[in-house]
C-alpha cells in the first residue's frame, strides 16, 4: 500500500512539470469535508520495561473522518488547520485528531476548460487525543491492558480534484503514550509504554471555495 501512496505523489509531481495555467487560488479560502475507509493499519507496542512486541492488523472496517479548512498564500499553495476522528474497530485508539496541514495543488491540462482537475500532495502535523484503555492477548498466559495517552501525529496525502469533488489516499501515523494497567492479572500502574499507530486510508470528499 505505502508503494501505491509514494506512486500518486511521484504521479502529481511529474503533473506539476506540465501543468495548465488555471486561474489563480490565491486569497482563497477552501473547507474540505472527506470520509475515509482504512485500507490498513499497524500497531507497533513498545515498553521500557523491554517487554516488546509487534501487532500488525489489517482489519477493514474502520473509518476516518476529516474537516479541513485552507487559506491560498499562494497560487496553488496552501496552509490550514483540520480536524479528524478515527473509528477503528480493530484497535480501541479512537483519537480525535487537531492539525496544521499544507497543502499544493498541481493543475491538470484539459480539453474542456469549464472542467477545473487537480493533483494535490500535502502534509499535516498535530497531536492525537485519546484516554482508552487497550488489551492485548498474546497468549494463554500473556495479557496487557494499557491506558492510552495522547500524542504526536503526522500525515501525508495525495489525490485527484474533479470540479470540488475529492479522492485521495493517506498515509497517517501517531505516537501514543501508554500506561500498562494490568499484566497478567497483576496491577502495574507506574510502567510508561510507547504506542506507534499507523494507518493507510483512502477517502472521498468535496470541498467549498470562497473569497472573503
Not at 511529474?14 to 501543468?19: D, H, I, R
Not at 490550514?80 to 496544521?100: E, K, Q, R, W
Amino acid at each position: 500500500m505505502k508503494k501505491i501512496f509514494l506512486t500518486c505523489c511521484l504521479l502529481c509531481l511529474f503533473t506539476y512539470a506540465f501543468a495548465e495555467k488555471q486561474p489563480s487560488l490565491l486569497d482563497t479560502n477552501e473547507v474540505t469535508l472527506k470520509f475515509g475507509k482504512i485500507l490498513s493499519n499497524d500497531v507497533q507496542y513498545e515498553s521500557i520495561a523491554d517487554n516488546t512486541f509487534y501487532i500488525s492488523d489489517h482489519d477493514s472496517k474502520g473509518i476516518v473522518v476529516k474537516l479541513d479548512y485552507i487559506y491560498y498564500l499562494a497560487n496553488y499553495t496552501g496552509i490550514g488547520l483540520g480536524l479528524s476522528y478515527t473509528d477503528n474497530t480493530a484497535n480501541n485508539y479512537d483519537p480525535v485528531t487537531p492539525y496544521i496541514i499544507i497543502k499544493q495543488m498541481c493543475p491538470v491540462a484539459t480539453q474542456n476548460h469549464d472542467n477545473k482537475i487537480y493533483l494535490y500532495v500535502g502534509g499535516a502535523f498535530g497531536y492525537g487525543i485519546t484516554s482508552k484503555e487497550q488489551t492485548y492477548i498474546l497468549s494463554s498466559s500473556d495479557k496487557y491492558t494499557l491506558q492510552n495517552n495522547g500524542g504526536p501525529y503526522w500525515n501525508v496525502f495525495a489525490g485527484i480534484d474533479i470540479n470540488s469533488f475529492i479522492v485521495d489516499l493517506s498515509l497517517s501515523e501517531t505516537y501514543f503514550r501508554s500506561t500498562c494497567i494490568w499484566i497478567n492479572g497483576i496491577y502495574e500502574g507506574s510502567d510508561k509504554n510507547y504506542i506507534t499507530y499507523t494507518t493507510l486510508s483512502l477517502s472521498v470528499g468535496y470541498k467549498f471555495n470562497f473569497k472573503l
